[in-house]
């Protein structure tokens, strides 16, 4: 069981919007401004999309964004397109426990 | 450009040992905190190890700690995971990857991973 919990799975059609929460603890999330997401599609390594929770990384295109709101982080894709379907993982640095994950969302593309 | 290159997975039996490296280039390798992260088939991502610049500091997830040894060499800009004691449970594409703790201990580069099996 992963520590921050993720929906398994999120849809959306073309050029719609959709969210992907992520609810850790005040030992994680809450605790700090160090929450990242990773873009992980089939058979490739995760790739590193937000970082301090809303920094979107060089290149990442600015239909990505992140926040949060005490426990929970979030991750929005506007504009949605058919790359963007993938797993979608996110992570907080946790102090002594170092980094904690979780579980992903798999993102579909309608 | 930055480069990671994992090698040394295999399949090894239940107790056994194996040993992976990540070849790093494209930046100054001993100016970075570097980790290894394990993704057990059709799972979710695991912190595993990481390892400071100097290599003399070095952490663990509780369920390795004790069976997996982290290390660099930064003259040779290479990382390493010595893995002991193996179980069904270490089965997994390990990955080796930058810490950027400027921007928020996030990973920034991921190798292409190495696949351990663990299986009699």
């Known amino acids: 069981q992963s520590a921050l919990t993720q929906p398994p799975s999120a849809s959306g059609s073309p050029g719609q919007s959709v969210t992907i929460s992520c609810t850790g603890t005040?030992?994680?999330?809450?605790?700090?401004?160090?929450v990242s997401w990773y873009q992980q599609h089939p058979g490739k390594a995760p790739k590193l999309i937000i970082y301090e929770v809303s920094k979107r990384s060089s290149g990442v295109p600015d239909r990505f964004s992140g926040s949060k709101s005490g426990n929970t982080a979030s991750l929005t894709v506007s504009g949605l397109q058919a790359e963007d379907e993938a797993d979608y993982y996110c992570s907080s640095y946790a102090g002594i426990k170092h980094w904690v994950f979780g579980g992903g969302t798999k993102l579909t593309v309608l | 450009e930055v480069q990671l290159v994992e090698s040394g997975g295999g399949l090894v039996q239940p107790g056994g040992s194996l040993r992976l490296s990540c070849a790093a280039s494209g930046f100054t390798f001993d100016s970075y905190y570097m980790s290894w992260v394990r993704q057990a088939p059709g799972k979710g991502l695991e912190w595993v190890a990481k390892?400071?610049?100097?290599?003399?500091?070095?952490y663990y997830v509780d369920s390795v700690s004790g069976r997996f040894t982290i290390a660099r060499d930064n003259a040779k800009n290479s990382l390493f995971l010595q893995m002991n004691s193996l179980r069904a449970e270490d089965t997994a594409v390990y990955y080796c990857?930058?810490?950027?703790?400027?921007?928020?201990?996030?990973?920034?580069?991921w190798g292409q991973g190495a696949l351990v099996t663990v299986s009699s």
């Open positions: 390892i400071k610049h100097d290599g003399i500091e070095k």
């Open positions: 005040s030992s994680d999330v809450g605790g700090y401004d160090y």
């Open positions: 990857a930058r810490v950027r703790y400027s921007s928020g201990w996030s990973f920034d580069y």
